[in-house]
T-cell receptor, first 108, second 116 residues
Framework: GIQVEQSPPDLILQEGANSTLRCNFS?????LQWFHQNPWGQLINLFY???GTKQNGRLSATTVATERYSLLYISSSQTTDSGVYFC??????????FGPGTRLSVLP | NAGVTQTPKFQVLKTGQSMTLQCAQD?????MYWYRQDPGMGLRLIYY???????DKGEVPNGYNVSRLNKREFSLRLESAAPSQTSVYFC???????????????FGQGTRLTVV
C-alpha cells in the first residue's frame, strides 16, 4: 500500500515564526487532505487539496501530485496552532491513509 | 448542522465486556468510516462503508464488527474488549467513496476508550 512520510516529526517555534510541513507519498493519489489535531484531540479539516495551491488565512497548502508531495505553510504562528498536523492522501479507488503527523509546539 | 456525531465521548470497559460505538452524520454522505488512533500515531482504518448496505474491512479489522444501520448511521461493535483495543476511535464520512474526486472527509470528535 501507499507509504506516507511527514517531516519534521516534531517542531518547536516561537510565536510569530513561519514554518513549512512536508508530506511525501509513494503512490499516485486523487485526493489529499490536511488536518490539525488540537491538544483536546479534535480533528479539524484544514485543506482538501488534491493538486494546486490553496490559502486560508495564515495557512496555505500546495500539492504537487506528479511529484508525490504536499506542503503546508503556517505563517505568523500562534500558540493556538499547537497540536499535530496530519496529511492524508487517498490513492485512486482506495481510502485515506494517514501519515504519522508533525507535532507542532508554538511557544509564547 | 451537527456534521458527524459520535457517542459516547468516553468509555471504560473491563476485559471481555462488549460495547457499541455509535456514529451519525447529517450531511447526506454515502460513505462512512471508523478509524482508531493509538498514542503518538496516525489514524488507521478499521472498517468502512462505501454506501448504504455495504461494509468492508480496513487495515485493522480484527476484534471489531460494524453495522451500516441506514444512510446516516454506522456503528462499531467490540464483542469482547481487550486491553489492546484501548485507543481513541474516530468516525468519518464523505460524500463519495474512494476513486471519486469529491471525497473530502469529515470527522467526529472521537471516543476515548480504555479497556482495563
Amino acid at each position: 500500500g501507499i507509504q506516507v512520510e511527514q517531516s519534521p516529526p516534531d517542531l518547536i517555534l516561537q510565536e510569530g515564526a513561519n514554518s513549512t510541513l512536508r508530506c511525501n507519498f509513494s503512490d499516485s493519489v486523487n485526493n489529499l487532505q490536511w488536518f490539525h489535531q488540537n491538544p483536546w484531540g479534535q480533528l479539524i479539516n484544514l485543506f482538501y487539496i488534491p493538486s494546486g495551491t490553496k490559502q486560508n488565512g495564515r495557512l496555505s497548502a500546495t500539492t504537487v501530485a506528479t511529484e508525490r508531495y504536499s506542503l503546508l505553510y503556517i505563517s505568523s504562528s500562534q500558540t493556538t496552532d499547537s497540536g499535530v498536523y496530519f496529511c492524508a492522501p487517498r490513492p485512486y479507488g482506495q481510502n485515506f491513509v494517514f501519515g504519522p503527523g508533525t507535532r507542532l509546539s508554538v511557544l509564547p | 448542522n451537527a456534521g458527524v456525531t459520535q457517542t459516547p465521548k468516553f468509555q471504560v470497559l473491563k476485559t471481555g465486556q462488549s460495547m457499541t460505538l455509535q456514529c451519525a452524520q447529517d450531511m447526506n454522505h454515502n460513505s462512512m468510516y471508523w478509524y482508531r488512533q493509538d498514542p503518538g500515531m496516525g489514524l488507521r482504518l478499521i472498517y468502512y462503508s462505501a454506501s448504504e448496505g455495504t461494509t468492508d474491512k480496513g487495515e485493522v479489522p480484527n476484534g471489531y464488527n460494524v453495522s451500516r444501520l441506514n444512510k446516516r448511521e454506522f456503528s462499531l461493535r467490540l464483542e469482547s474488549a481487550a486491553p489492546s483495543q484501548t485507543s481513541v476511535y474516530f468516525c468519518a464520512s464523505s460524500l463519495l467513496p474512494g476513486g471519486d474526486v469529491n471525497t473530502e472527509a469529515f470527522f467526529g470528535q472521537g471516543t476515548r476508550l480504555t479497556v482495563v
